[in-house]
Nanobody
Framework: QVQLVESGGGLAQAGGSLRLSCAAS????????MGWFRQAPGKEREFVAG????????CYADSVKGRFTISRDNAKNTVYLQMNSLKPEDTAVYYC??????????????????WGQGTQVTVSS
């Protein structure tokens, strides 16, 4: 019904930047929410950032606040994650997720219905 494809991952040095993209194809949407989650080796998947489409509201994990920015392109059904001042602890597989509901809590992983395949981000020191 819908497919999410992440891109933009790769290798960066500490203090560097990367920009991730997540494009939704198939079923289109004009409301709902998209979010970014990450999973580091040996750790559970955790919330990074989320965006509500109707009003553009955003939410960030404390660990990335002030360094990461989530944004959208409504026409392309695409969400971006600009990652600045990267730290080695940001190393993880980053996943994008989609909810068709306007009523979810952005940081609640259980509210999302569809997931991408993930893109690897590695930050070296």
């Amino acid at each position: 019904q819908v497919q999410l494809v992440e891109s933009g991952g790769g290798l960066a040095q500490a203090g560097g930047s990367l920009r991730l993209s997540c494009a939704a194809s198939g079923r289109t949407f004009s409301s709902g929410a998209m979010g970014w989650f990450r999973q580091a080796p040996g750790k559970e998947r955790e919330f990074v950032a989320g965006l509500g489409w109707s009003y553009g509201n955003t939410c960030y994990a404390d660990s990335v606040k002030g360094r990461f920015t989530i944004s959208r392109d409504n026409a392309k059904n695409t969400v971006y994650l600009q990652m600045n001042s990267l730290k080695p602890e940001d190393t993880a597989v980053y996943y994008c997720a989609l909810s068709y509901s306007d009523h979810i809590v952005l940081f609640d992983i259980t509210g999302y219905d569809y997931w991408g395949q993930g893109t690897q981000v590695t930050v070296s020191s």
